[in-house]
DNA sequence: GTAGAGTCGGTTTTT
DNA sequence: CCGACTCTAC
């Protein structure tokens, strides 16, 4: 029905099945319109069945998306069996059939990367943060070039690449022990037994017959790799991404990969989409001239047919809370002016932290926000000490899991205990819960430690082998009244508020167990395996709420809005001081690239004069990329000579600025 | 030995 | 403003 109200190069993208393809798609071009028409035009003209397609993007954020769109081009029924989901997910699923192959039972744990630091804290016996992300990406980016600890070992020229590499070692030891996977572990391990067994590979080349991956160019050499084992040399998919909005090269995304396809698969057609319907003139030119500055890949050049547009606003702060209030006002005089909404409305920024300022400011204004990326619902403590109970219900040998519901309540077991249990399983090559039932080290610790301790172990084998035989929902509601749970919440936190809010999340987890378990017919055991990398809130009713979108710049590739406020424009923060003293500049620009682009009609950057960090004032200067950006595209604000930052309609009310601020000290709510 | 309160130092980006 | 570390009361 609607290939007619596609450009040509889109509607060649969609209709070409017969060999690979790379789609190299500008921001803003429509390619999610492209991936997913495409995948109504393999079932309906291409004769695939969905059951052999699948769609594989970066985000679960995406994955949703997709198939959410998907969704509305065509009924359930035909798309019955498709995958849409993100690298991580698809290699769970594989891994949850073939993990034998590997050595790991099908009902391995999956660490988060907190839970994978702790344990290289414990490896090297360091406890500086620091130290251990450095020594913890260090072995990521050897996982993502597919190198185990032995070729690590090999590789390492330097004294901080051995450390590394023996770290690696024992880790990967340690997590073989803990019956456990990192997430790289979930698209590292496929990629080996597929190499390792062809039988295997046969399998899941004869079952995804077609691949669409999403952001291509934030592949790693290890999701890479999946790929070209899932395609084989029949070579059936369409990869579509953008060189210019690479920004991921930190965990180990590698562009060359955008090259690479054309070196293994002669055949690969290119086509590229230009025309860009999300943004004015303005923006894009300003976006293009920033870009320019990075040596090309392919060269592409952003058109748009949505006229000029207004120029882009540069605004000085004094410093960070001067910056909040500015934006704040800004925003509101725009929507007083323009009779927008607020979910018109987006903050982007480089960091989290840099959040936090303007979450306060939003909240005085009364104003409603909606943080994007940040915490997923699954990352908060309370949920993550009720799923550490699911874990090891699941997995006995999960110690994570162990030491964190056998600590959360406290019930008399504390770290010398635990210290005692560790080295007697690492003497052992046990686990902590086998090693607790071992009488040698029973004898070494006193009644009071031992006698929470096996109750714990046996409340635990008990929902173990309920688990299998009840329904989730009530199971887990019941042990957590076992446990105390929501006593102890409301104990532990300092405000009544604080603790509802909590225990109305761990409900939400509650309910949603129920209905997945009586949905898909799984018991607690299946449930709690699927679910470290399910996002079960992520993008909810995103854009029906009336609020501004507040998101990292990297949370935001892929979205729009209308006015973007792009903040903390500083050398320092944008490009990120780390990243300019590690060469990485050109990322940081692609990083500024993806900001501008996200705005369809407004925007705004500012920058502060000077800036807190680390208890210090620091005078700080504008970032180099505003001086990329053509000045006639370009109105100053809050300089010298410029304009000032309130504009004559603000400046006027300064009194009922001052009566706001008066207004809301007297009405300070009770947190 | 364990648990909770209080202090001090420090910030990239994410599956 | 969050989390790691120290100190003190059971």
């Given at each position: 029905?609607?290939?007619?109200?596609?450009?040509?190069?889109?509607?060649?993208?969609?209709?070409?099945?017969?060999?690979?393809?790379?789609?190299?798609a500008g921001a803003g071009s429509g390619k999610t319109r492209v991936i997913t028409q495409k995948i109504e035009y393999l079932i309906r003209e291409g004769n695939y069945d969905a059951r052999n397609i699948a769609a594989i993007t970066f985000t679960n954020k995406a994955a949703r998306e997709m198939l959410e769109r998907v969704g509305k081009l065509m009924n359930s029924r035909e798309l019955k069996g498709i995958t849409v989901s993100t690298f991580h997910s698809l290699g769970m699923q594989l891994l949850r059939q073939e993990a034998p192959h590997l050595g790991y039972k099908p009902q391995f744990s999956i660490l988060d990367s907190y839970d994978a630091a702790k344990i290289i804290s414990d490896v090297l016996k360091t406890t500086h943060?620091?130290?251990?992300?450095?020594?913890?990406?260090?072995?990521?980016?050897?996982?993502?070039?597919?190198?185990?600890?032995?070729?690590?070992?090999?590789?390492?020229?330097?004294?901080?690449?051995?450390?590394?590499?023996?770290?690696?070692?024992?880790?990967?030891?340690?997590?073989?022990?803990?019956?456990?996977?990192?997430?790289?572990?979930?698209?590292?391990?496929?990629?080996?037994?597929?190499?390792?067994?062809?039988?295997?590979?046969?399998?899941?080349?004869?079952?995804?017959?077609?691949?669409?991956?999403?952001?291509?160019?934030?592949?790693?050499?290890?999701?890479?790799?999946?790929?070209?084992?899932?395609?084989?040399?029949?070579?059936?998919?369409?990869?579509?991404?953008?060189?210019?909005?690479?920004?991921?090269?930190?965990?180990?995304?590698?562009?060359?990969?955008?090259?690479?396809?054309?070196?293994?698969?002669?055949?690969?057609?290119?086509?590229?989409?230009?025309?860009?319907?999300?943004?004015?003139?303005?923006?894009?030119?300003?976006?293009?001239?920033?870009?320019?500055?990075?040596?090309?890949?392919?060269?592409?050049?952003?058109?748009?047919?949505?006229?000029?547009?207004?120029?882009?606003?540069?605004?000085?702060?004094?410093?960070?809370?001067?910056?909040?209030?500015?934006?704040?006002?800004?925003?509101?005089?725009?929507?007083?002016?323009?009779?927008?909404?607020?979910?018109?409305?987006?903050?982007?920024?480089?960091?989290?932290?840099?959040?936090?300022?303007?979450?306060?400011?939003?909240?005085?204004?009364?104003?409603?926000?909606?943080?994007?990326?940040?915490?997923?619902?699954?990352?908060?403590?309370?949920?993550?000490?009720?799923?550490?109970?699911?874990?090891?219900?699941?997995?006995?040998?999960?110690?994570?899991?162990?030491?964190?519901?056998?600590?959360?309540?406290?019930?008399?077991?504390?770290?010398?205990?635990?210290?005692?249990?560790?080295?007697?399983?690492?003497?052992?090559?046990?686990?902590?819960?086998?090693?607790?039932?071992?009488?040698?080290?029973?004898?070494?610790?006193?009644?009071?430690?031992?006698?929470?301790?096996?109750?714990?172990?046996?409340?635990?084998?008990?929902?173990?082998?309920?688990?299998?035989?009840?329904?989730?929902?009530?199971?887990?509601?019941?042990?957590?009244?076992?446990?105390?749970?929501?006593?102890?919440?409301?104990?532990?936190?300092?405000?009544?508020?604080?603790?509802?809010?909590?225990?109305?999340?761990?409900?939400?987890?509650?309910?949603?167990?129920?209905?997945?378990?009586?949905?898909?017919?799984?018991?607690?055991?299946?449930?709690?395996?699927?679910?470290?990398?399910?996002?079960?809130?992520?993008?909810?009713?995103?854009?029906?709420?009336?609020?501004?979108?507040?998101?990292?710049?990297?949370?935001?590739?892929?979205?729009?809005?209308?006015?973007?406020?792009?903040?903390?424009?500083?050398?320092?923060?944008?490009?990120?001081?780390?990243?300019?003293?590690?060469?990485?500049?050109?990322?940081?620009?692609?990083?500024?690239?993806?900001?501008?682009?996200?705005?369809?009609?407004?925007?705004?950057?500012?920058?502060?004069?000077?800036?807190?960090?680390?208890?210090?004032?620091?005078?700080?200067?504008?970032?180099?990329?505003?001086?990329?950006?053509?000045?006639?595209?370009?109105?100053?604000?809050?300089?010298?000579?410029?304009?000032?930052?309130?504009?004559?309609?603000?400046?006027?009310?300064?009194?009922?600025?001052?009566?706001?601020?008066?207004?809301?000290?007297?009405?300070?709510?009770?947190?």
């Amino acid at each position: 029905m609607s290939l007619l109200q596609l450009n040509p190069p889109q509607r060649a993208a969609i209709m070409s099945l017969d060999g690979p393809l790379l789609v190299l798609a500008g921001a803003g071009s429509g390619k999610t319109r492209v991936i997913t028409q495409k995948i109504e035009y393999l079932i309906r003209e291409g004769n695939y069945d969905a059951r052999n397609i699948a769609a594989i993007t970066f985000t679960n954020k995406a994955a949703r998306e997709m198939l959410e769109r998907v969704g509305k081009l065509m009924n359930s029924r035909e798309l019955k069996g498709i995958t849409v989901s993100t690298f991580h997910s698809l290699g769970m699923q594989l891994l949850r059939q073939e993990a034998p192959h590997l050595g790991y039972k099908p009902q391995f744990s999956i660490l988060d990367s907190y839970d994978a630091a702790k344990i290289i804290s414990d490896v090297l016996k360091t406890t500086h943060k620091d130290e251990v992300r450095k020594v913890q990406s260090r072995i990521s980016l050897w996982k993502n070039e597919l190198l185990g600890p032995d070729a690590a070992i090999v590789q390492a020229d330097n004294e901080f690449d051995r450390i590394c590499a023996m770290t690696y070692a024992s880790y990967q030891t340690t997590l073989t022990a803990y019956q456990a996977m990192d997430f790289d572990d979930l698209i590292r391990f496929p990629v080996e037994l597929f190499l390792s067994n062809a039988e295997v590979l046969q399998k899941w080349q004869h079952k995804l017959r077609y691949l669409l991956i999403d952001e291509y160019q934030d592949t790693n050499t290890c999701q890479y790799q999946l790929v070209k084992l899932l395609t084989g040399a029949r070579g059936m998919f369409t990869a579509v991404g953008d060189d210019d909005q690479s920004i991921y090269a930190w965990r180990g995304a590698n562009m060359e990969n955008l090259r690479l396809l054309q070196h293994d698969f002669p055949r690969l057609k290119v086509i590229k989409l230009e025309q860009n319907y999300r943004s004015t003139a303005r923006i894009l030119r300003a976006a293009n001239s920033v870009i320019s500055n990075n040596p090309k890949l392919f060269e592409k050049q952003l058109w748009s047919e949505l006229g000029l547009g207004e120029p882009l606003h540069v605004v000085q702060c004094k410093d960070e809370e001067h910056e909040a209030d500015v934006v704040v006002q800004r925003l509101l005089a725009h929507k007083f002016e323009h009779r927008t909404e607020f979910k018109d409305y987006a903050i982007l920024y480089r960091g989290n932290y840099q959040a936090r300022i303007f979450e306060q400011a939003l909240r005085n204004q009364r104003i409603p926000y909606q943080m994007a990326g940040g915490q997923s619902f699954f990352d908060k403590p309370e949920i993550k000490d009720v799923l550490s109970y699911l874990r090891l219900i699941a997995n006995p040998d999960d110690d994570p899991a162990f030491i964190r519901a056998l600590t959360t309540p406290k019930r008399g077991v504390g770290a010398t205990t635990l210290e005692r249990l560790g080295a007697w399983a690492g003497q052992r090559g046990n686990s902590l819960f086998a090693a607790a039932h071992e009488e040698g080290f029973q004898l070494q610790v006193g009644a009071a430690q031992l006698a929470p301790l096996q109750d714990f172990c046996r409340f635990i084998v008990n929902l173990e082998y309920r688990a299998t035989r009840e329904p989730a929902g009530e199971l887990v509601m019941e042990m957590l009244k076992a446990i105390g749970f929501e006593a102890w919440l409301y104990d532990s936190e300092d405000s009544q508020r604080a603790a509802e809010v909590k225990w109305k999340n761990v409900m939400d987890l509650v309910a949603w167990l129920q209905k997945k378990g009586e949905a898909d017919g799984k018991n607690l055991i299946e449930l709690s395996q699927t679910i470290a990398l399910i996002t079960m809130l992520e993008g909810r009713d995103e854009g029906e709420v009336d609020a501004v979108k507040m998101s990292t710049l990297h949370a935001s590739k892929g979205l729009e809005y209308p006015h973007v406020f792009l903040i903390g424009c500083e050398e320092g923060i944008l490009p990120h001081s780390e990243s300019v003293d590690n060469g990485m500049v050109e990322e940081e620009r692609r990083l500024m690239y993806v900001g501008i682009t996200r705005a369809q009609r407004s925007l705004t950057l500012t920058y502060c004069v000077k800036r807190r960090r680390a208890g210090e004032w620091l005078f700080v200067e504008p970032s180099r990329f505003i001086g990329e950006i053509n000045g006639d595209d370009i109105r100053h604000f809050g300089k010298p000579g410029a304009e000032p930052i309130v504009s004559k309609r603000e400046g006027k009310s300064k009194l009922a600025s001052l009566m706001a601020s008066l207004d809301s000290k007297v009405q300070k709510p009770e947190e």
